[in-house]
C-alpha cells in the first residue's frame, strides 16, 4: 500500500504561524500529516469529504476543524461540484505553548482544546458562524503581533465552544489517556494493551477496586458509554489503522484486533464507520492517491 505523505509546511522557525487564504476549485492533494496543528475552514464545501484519521464526513456547506499534530488529513472532492471554494488555512508549532505555560490557570481551556485535537475537532455551525469574523479579520490584519493576538482569540473562543466533535478514535490516533479519574485511566491503560485478547469485567472492577456492577454504572457515569461499547471502539480503532497502514487481510485484522468472527466484525465495523472494512480501506488508498 502506498504511504501517507509527511508534509514539509511553509512555517518558518522564525515564525508563530503560518496562514494562507486562497480560492479554489477542486480539491486535489491526497491525506498527508505534518507535526504541526492545523486550524482549516473552508466556505462552499457542501459534498465534498473530510477525512481525519479513521474519520470520513460529507460537509454542507461550511466546514472548520482543528487537527493536531503527526494526524492524517485530507478533503477530497466526492460529491461537491467544481465550484469557488475559499479556503483558509493556519499551521502553527505546539512548541509555542510550553509546558510551563499550559499549566497555568488561565491556559485550562486552550491547554483542552490542544489536548482534544490529537484525535482532530470539527466545529458545528454555531461556532463557524461565531469566528467567522475573526478568521476573516484575521486575514486581512498585518502581519506582527495583532495578527498572533488575533489567531489566539480565535482559539480561545474555539476552546470554550461545546458545540464540536472529535474526529479520530484514540486507539487510531494514539492518542494520549487524559481523563481525570484515576480508576478510569488505569482501565483505559489496561484496555489498550490487552485489547486483541479476552477482556473480562471482573479483572477491570478489581483493577478499579470496585465489584462488577458497581464498576460497570461508574465506567458508564464517567465516560458517557459502557463499558462493551468503549472496548469495542478502541478495537475498531486498531483495525482501522491496520486497514489504512498494512496489507494484511481483513480476516487476519479482525482476529488481532480481539473479534471472534469476521461477520460480527464486519457489522461492528461498518455500525461505527459508515462501511464495510474493504470500503474503508477502498477509500483511503483513493485518498492517498488523489493527485
Request: charged share 25%.
Amino acid at each position: 500500500m502506498s504511504k501517507i505523505i509527511t508534509e514539509i509546511t511553509p512555517l518558518s522557525e522564525k515564525d508563530c504561524f503560518y496562514l494562507i487564504d486562497r480560492r479554489k476549485t477542486e480539491f486535489d492533494y491526497p491525506i498527508h500529516r505534518h507535526d504541526e496543528l492545523e486550524l482549516n475552514f473552508v466556505a462552499n464545501c457542501a459534498g465534498a469529504r473530510r477525512v481525519v484519521g479513521d474519520s470520513m464526513e460529507v460537509l454542507g456547506s461550511y466546514d472548520l476543524v482543528l487537527v493536531g499534530g503527526g494526524l492524517e488529513h485530507a478533503w477530497e472532492q466526492y460529491n461537491c461540484p467544481r465550484q469557488e471554494m475559499r479556503e483558509i488555512t493556519v499551521q502553527f508549532s505546539p512548541s509555542l505553548f510550553s509546558e510551563e505555560l499550559m499549566q497555568k490557570n488561565q491556559m485550562g481551556t486552550l491547554r483542552d482544546l490542544l489536548s482534544r485535537a490529537a484525535k482532530g475537532i470539527a466545529f458545528d455551525m454555531a461556532v463557524i458562524l461565531r469566528v467567522y469574523g475573526m478568521l476573516d479579520e484575521l486575514t486581512r490584519s498585518q502581519p506582527g503581533f495583532l495578527r498572533w493576538l488575533k489567531l489566539l482569540e480565535i482559539l480561545y473562543h474555539l476552546s470554550t465552544a461545546p458545540e464540536c466533535h472529535t474526529l479520530a478514535s484514540s486507539s487510531f490516533a494514539n492518542a494520549e489517556l487524559s481523563h481525570n479519574s484515576r480508576r478510569i485511566r488505569k482501565v483505559e491503560e489496561a484496555i489498550n494493551r490487552d485489547y486483541a485478547g479476552q477482556i473480562y469485567l471482573k479483572d477491570l472492577a478489581e483493577l478499579a477496586g470496585m465489584t462488577p456492577t458497581a464498576f460497570s454504572r461508574f465506567f458508564k457515569t464517567r465516560t458517557g458509554t459502557t463499558l462493551s461499547e468503549y472496548i469495542t471502539n478502541i478495537r475498531i480503532g486498531h483495525a482501522a489503522r491496520k486497514l489504512v497502514d498494512t496489507t494484511m487481510t481483513i480476516a487476519e485484522i479482525c482476529y488481532e484486533c480481539g473479534f471472534n468472527n469476521i461477520s460480527n466484525f464486519n457489522r461492528l465495523f461498518k455500525k461505527k464507520k459508515g462501511c464495510s472494512p474493504k470500503t474503508f480501506r477502498e477509500n483511503y488508498l483513493k485518498t492517498k492517491l488523489i493527485i
